[in-house]
């Protein structure tokens, strides 16, 4: 008896999902990207957007997201109409310093005004110095405060 219910719901349930595919719309076209309608006042060079991206990952792929991340929002606003700053602390802090393997990256964004800045608690607990930063990454004693503080200041803070 338990089989036959078991066999019926199954088959009753693969009957609804076969109706429900038959009743389903058939795209003729591709999605396209909505309009994405902007917050007043609309970001400018008086109004930039002030957004600021967490770093707290070691991991290659994570790393490179945030600093994708950053530029790809540079290119969305239009360098004039974005700030942008990367806050890293804990592992993050691995990307900042003249070994990292984004080394080159780093410096190459740092040209085009992306600001990065530094936890010097963290630099305290392993061992590392301001002088191990990439020329041009700035410090603070705190990274997770200066989130608090930027925020408070009205800046978008975002933990990709």
């Known amino acids: 008896m338990t089989k036959k219910i078991a066999r019926r719901r199954v088959t009753g349930g693969l009957v609804a999902v076969a109706a ?8 003729l076209a591709p999605a396209q990207a909505a309009e994405l309608e902007f917050a007043d006042p609309p970001p400018g060079f008086d109004t930039p957007r002030k957004i600021m ?6 991991d290659e792929k994570t790393v490179n997201n945030v600093l994708w991340n950053a530029i790809n929002l540079q290119k969305f606003y239009g360098f004039d109409n974005v700030q942008l700053a990367i806050v890293a602390y804990g592992d993050g802090m691995k990307a900042l310093y003249k070994d990292s393997p984004v080394a080159e990256r780093i410096e190459n964004q740092l040209k085009f005004n992306i600001e990065y800045i530094g936890c010097k608690n963290t630099m305290d607990t392993t061992d590392r110095a301001p002088d191990d930063l ?7 004693q705190a990274g997770i405060a200066a989130i608090v503080e930027r ?10």
């Open 20 to 27: 429900l595919m038959l009743a389903a719309p058939v795209p």
């Open 53 to 58: 991206l967490q770093l707290t990952s070691d």
């Open 134 to 140: 990439i020329e041009g990454v700035e410090w603070v």
């Open 151 to 160: 925020q408070l200041d009205g800046w978008v803070y975002i933990a990709p």
